[in-house]
């Protein structure tokens, strides 16, 4: 037998009210971006994932294309690819400062910088200019400083005058140099 009873819709929300305030620090909330190409999904990251994976999660997570970011900095796909990929394959192993510059900005990106991204923190942050400052200010000549980067006085001229980008292998060495010097 049933008995009826007489509910009202205020001690429902009563009800779930305390059940809510109960749960709420339980509770997690996944937000979820709906991407261009469903089948993709955005890498995962951290403070120690490489600036090349950033900028891809970040191009993701700013839903465009290869193709558009490429389109937008005014270079073709296979820049963006070769970027995304950090240079491997033998493609390319240096990156266009200006280019980095504007991927940070039009991703922003700029504050996301970790320790493992010290290469594109310092294109982005004029290396060329770091390096001459560097040499200048350890009184290193143009020679001394390129017999001990391994590289000839024309390649530092280059990179000095922002002729030249340094490359990733030559910037690990740059670094080793500095850090002996501090």
């Excluded at 509910?7 to 809510?20: C, E």
């Excluded at 937000?31 to 890498?43: A, D, G, S």
């Excluded at 796909?77 to 240096?94: A, M, Q």
Aim: with cysteine; aromatic share 10%.
């Amino acid at each position: 037998m049933y008995r009826k009873c007489n509910i009202h819709i205020t001690d429902y929300f009563v009800a779930f009210q305390v059940v809510f305030d109960i749960l709420k620090d339980k509770i997690t909330t996944e937000y979820k971006i709906p991407l261009k190409n469903p089948r993709r999904t955005l890498p995962k990251i951290n403070k120690q994932t490489k600036a090349e994976s950033k900028i891809k999660y970040y191009r993701r997570l700013n839903n465009l294309t290869q193709e558009e970011l490429a389109e937008q900095l005014g270079v073709t796909r296979e820049v963006i690819l070769t970027l995304e990929n950090g240079g491997r394959n033998g493609k390319r192993s240096f990156y266009d400062k200006d280019i980095i510059n504007k991927i940070v900005d039009i991703l922003g990106m700029r504050d996301k910088f970790g320790k493992s991204d010290s290469y594109i923190r310092f294109l982005a942050e004029d290396g060329n200019k770091q390096l001459k400052e560097f040499r200048i200010k350890n009184n290193l000549s143009v020679s001394k400083f390129a017999s001990l980067m391994e590289v000839s006085d024309t390649t530092i001229r280059r990179w000095e005058s922002d002729i030249n980008t340094i490359s990733i292998e030559n910037y690990l060495k740059y670094k080793k140099i500095r850090d002996s010097y501090c």
